[in-house]
T-cell receptor, first 115, second 113 residues
Framework: DGGITQSPKYLFRKEGQNVTLSCEQN?????MYWYRQDPGQGLRLIYY???????QKGDIAEGYSVSREKKESFPLTVTSAQKNPTAFYLCATRLGGVSYNSPLHFGNGTRLTVT | KQEVTQIPAALSVPEGENLVLNCSFTDSAIYNLQWFRQDPGKGLTSLLL?????REQTSGRLNASLDKSSGRSTLYIAASQPGDSATYLCALGSSGGSYIPTFGRGTSLIVHP
């Protein structure tokens, strides 16, 4: 069953702790993206990766870090430097490469609450 | 930088109505435009993707159009049903370098029986 798996669905952390959100895909897609969604704000791009071992900052990368060591995995770490980490985090993938008209696919998201 | 606006922000209609959701954008240099549906607490589900060279796409009761010259796309939903209640988002895949989708803030739709 092909798809994108984000885990966990809900995550609770104390302020000052780093936390890592998982995104795994078996679609054989090259491109992967992390978005943050806040009420009334729409989706904002945190980081993206077009290919293994390469990634780029998005619009709101401060306080976040990523790695792309495997094609299937693109974990996002929310560090203690992120001032307002409580949000809904969405991972997306695309076939990528020269397939500019391949659609974007999303996981079911992780809701992070930091207190 | 691409800016995407969706109007209206919220919409409440009785079941059976035909309705139109709007998406406008500032930069017409795009690869494609994609419409999504999002249910509360869930990820986004792709509805339709219109390539830059296309004018419209249809899937069941949904029809999406694209007019690059005016910077507009519309999503037409025919014979709306309560199950259509969700937030609808459009995303532009801009051309020129890396493919980075830019999203609108969405239209929250309620279809009441």
């Amino acid at each position: 069953d092909g798809g994108i798996t984000q885990s966990p669905k809900y995550l609770f952390r104390k302020e000052g702790q780093n936390v890592t959100l998982s995104c795994e895909q078996n679609l054989n897609h090259d491109a992967m993206y992390w978005y943050r969604q806040d009420p009334g704000q729409g989706l904002r791009l945190i980081y993206y990766s077009q290919i293994v071992n390469d990634f780029q900052k998005g619009d709101i990368a401060e306080g976040y870090s990523v790695s792309r060591e495997k094609k299937e995995s693109f974990p996002l770490t929310v560090t203690s430097a992120q001032k307002n980490p409580t949000a809904f985090y969405l991972c997306a993938t695309r076939l990528g490469g020269v397939s500019y008209n391949s659609p974007l696919h999303f996981g079911n998201g992780t809701r992070l609450t930091v207190t | 930088k691409q800016e995407v606006t969706q109007i209206p922000a919220a919409l409440s209609v009785p079941e059976g109505e035909n309705l139109v959701l709007n998406c406008s954008f500032t930069d017409s240099a795009i690869y494609n435009l994609q419409w999504f549906r999002q249910d509360p607490g869930k990820g986004l589900t792709s509805l339709l993707l219109i390539q830059s060279s296309q004018r419209e796409q249809t899937s069941g009761r949904l029809n999406a159009s694209l007019d690059k010259s005016s910077g507009r796309s519309t999503l037409y939903i025919a014979a709306s049903q309560p199950g259509d209640s969700a937030t609808y988002l459009c995303a532009l895949g801009s051309s020129g370098g890396s493919y980075i989708p830019t999203f609108g803030r969405g239209t929250s739709l309620i279809v009441h029986p």
